[in-house]
């Protein structure tokens, strides 16, 4: 009996598991298909049918904030409301304050109706449906939308639901930011009419807010290993750990600059996934230097990301001599940061002849993106930051490994 209470608990960890990464998965196809939307309205429409087809929702509608006329206006939706694409049929609209999606856009929370005939609020749109979910769709502080749901039977949305809207609200703002930019910097070129620093603080913001998928999928196939070889508490920890880095990469990635500290965080939190994946085969250590804030400091988010990843995947991981070791220090140097990565890996040239051309590519790609930040960084803020990559050597002049060194100013 306790043998069958034992496997009884452990079908229930590898199916609660599994949900988790369904959401993840989820949440990763909203991502990618929102990739390729370039203005405001393919965006709302892409959601709202992929609510519909990814989610198995009946009815979904994106509602945007009027803030002249104070009202909710319904602005995409999928369902009954949708006879033909990109058409609303009758759209409404909801003052502020009124209705459950009204209300939600004055407190800022997400809220889950379980039967909307219980509650006053319900506004009967097309027809009554029992279970509502609205997630306030926020964008640098302020709700600027609402995705709301409907579903005929009582108690339909689940938790899972409300985490996976609630994520596909923070992406679908991110992009309708990155759109907005993109747009007024194409309309700046146009009419030659903005100066250089807001020309280059838009291609700066467009250019943090890229997000490669390629970690993310080997994110979520090495879960799926773990889930297959049944190792619960693997699979557990590895998914918090991405969860968790999903959530600070998305935060960090709202402003121009993050804090030495939340920086230093979200690159520990991939390297201890780096870690995991390959079976703790490097080891890591992080050193601070005492005098220095890390809560006062601020550098450009995800900007060593790109060099660490080089370090693990074209470095570390091919070292097969001795122990590979990634380390990180940080330290204040006559008014400057210094930020060192070291490795001992095999070194850039026995990566380069040991890497195929896609590999390579993905490299030179997630360099290239955070050289060109640093030198708009440079223009905006005149912070003099620079990276310098040194192949080390050892005392018989064989490779033993890389240096990258970033420094910049203190701001």
Known sequence: MLKNERHKQADQERKALEEE???????????????????????????VKNCIARLNFVD????????????????????????????ILEPIEIPIGQGIVGSVV???????????????RYICDDEMRYSEITVPIILEGKVMGIIDAEHPEKNFFQPRHLHILSSIAKLCAQKIRRVQIEQAYQQTERQLLENNKRIAETKLLALRMQMNPHFVFNSLNAINKFILQNDVDEASMYLTKFSRLMRQMIDNTQTEWVSLRNELKALQTYIELEQLRSDDTFEFSL?????????TVHVPPLLLQPYVENAIRHGLLAQKAEKP???????????FLVICI?????????????QINGLMAHKAHGSRIAEERLQIVNEIYGVDARIDVA??????????GTCVTFTMKLK
């Open 21 to 47: 990464l369904e959401s993840e998965r989820a949440i990763n196809f909203f991502a990618i298909s929102l990739i390729d939307q370039t203005t405001v309205e393919e965006v709302l429409w892409d959601v």
């Open 60 to 87: 979904c509608v994106i509602y945007l904030l009027d803030e002249k006329r104070n009202v909710l206006v319904q602005k995409a939706a999928h369902g009954p409301k949708n006879p033909r694409s990109f058409e």
């Open 106 to 120: 004055m407190t800022g929370q997400a809220e889950r109706i379980g039967d909307t005939s219980k509650d006053p």
């Open 287 to 295: 050193t601070v230097s005492k005098t220095l804030s890390q809560d």
């Open 325 to 335: 070791v990634l380390s990180i220090d940080c330290q204040q140097v006559a008014g």
């Open 342 to 354: 070291v490795d001992n890996g095999v070194g850039r040239e026995a990566s380069q002849r040991s």
């Open 391 to 400: 192949d080390l050597v050892d005392s018989t002049g064989v490779a033993a």
